[in-house]
């Protein structure tokens, strides 16, 4: 019988920190989890996924409809904007931080917002098992932590590899939409997808335009601030054999 894993195999892209909550994000999850919150099956870690849980979407929104899926979606700005100015499709908040999940819930209640779900778990077992295949119309990953140091850089959520779990979740015809500010990071990105035979480019050019539908959030500013170009990417899924 092999060993049982006692931790991942491969490295993850956060560093687990359990910051202070206010009450009313405390609250949050006694308060709003019920609603917002999708209960995951854990495998060695708290954020893991147990690789036989599978997401049920037309049992958890209650329909079928378009599924949207924010990875990396830190206090929920450009997820809620999302779901509450479309109702009739579905979204899917990915995220491994407490406190930003907590302000997600928050925000989606008072804006009314019941079409969307959050994730408490490392977003490539999301993609890679929980979801189910082909699920997503869209996947976004905008402003992913860069690991800019070098000997960091094998964290970085978009490396090799990455595109195994991304062509699973994403439906034929489905768009994979990036963004960062780290240059060197934007360059990796092209690289990985541009050599990924599942994904085209959907943009021409030698980047995307600017996604219209990502609200401008504190780490868009904070690039911004500090000089440095936004670089958007989309890659557009291709047909399964």
């Known amino acids: 019988m092999p060993e049982p894993r006692t931790f991942r195999d491969e490295p993850v892209s956060f560093v687990r920190r359990s910051g202070r909550m206010s009450e009313a994000q405390d609250r949050a999850f006694v308060d709003l989890a019920p609603q917002y919150l999708v209960d995951v099956p854990r495998d060695v870690a708290w954020t893991s996924v147990h690789p036989d849980a599978r ?4 049992a958890e929104y209650g329909r079928d409809a378009d599924l949207y899926v924010e990875i990396g979606s830190g206090q929920g700005h450009a997820i809620v904007a999302a779901a509450s100015a479309r109702p009739d499709d579905d979204f899917l908040a990915v995220e491994v931080f407490r406190a930003g999940l907590a302000r997600t819930m928050l925000d989606a209640d008072r ?56 062509a699973r979740a994403i439906r034929d015809g489905g ?60 890659y557009r899924r291709k047909p399964r054999a």
């Open 55 to 58: 997401l049920d979407p037309a």
């Open 175 to 234: 768009l994979l939409r990036l963004a960062t500010d780290w240059e060197d990071y934007a360059l990796q990105m092209r690289e990985v997808l541009d050599a990924d035979p599942r994904f085209e480019r959907a943009f021409d050019g030698e980047w995307a335009e600017r996604f219209k539908g990502r609200v401008m959030t504190a780490f868009e500013r904070k690039g911004l601030a500090k000089g440095r170009d936004i670089r958007d990417l989309v």
């Open 111 to 166: 804006a009314g917002a019941r079409n969307l779900r959050v994730v408490e778990a490392n977003a490539p077992e999301v993609l890679a098992s929980f979801l189910p295949e082909a699920a997503a119309r869209e996947v976004w990953i905008f402003f992913p932590d860069p690991w800019h140091k070098k000997r960091h850089t094998k964290r970085r959520l978009i490396r090799d590899g990455f595109g195994d779990a991304a």
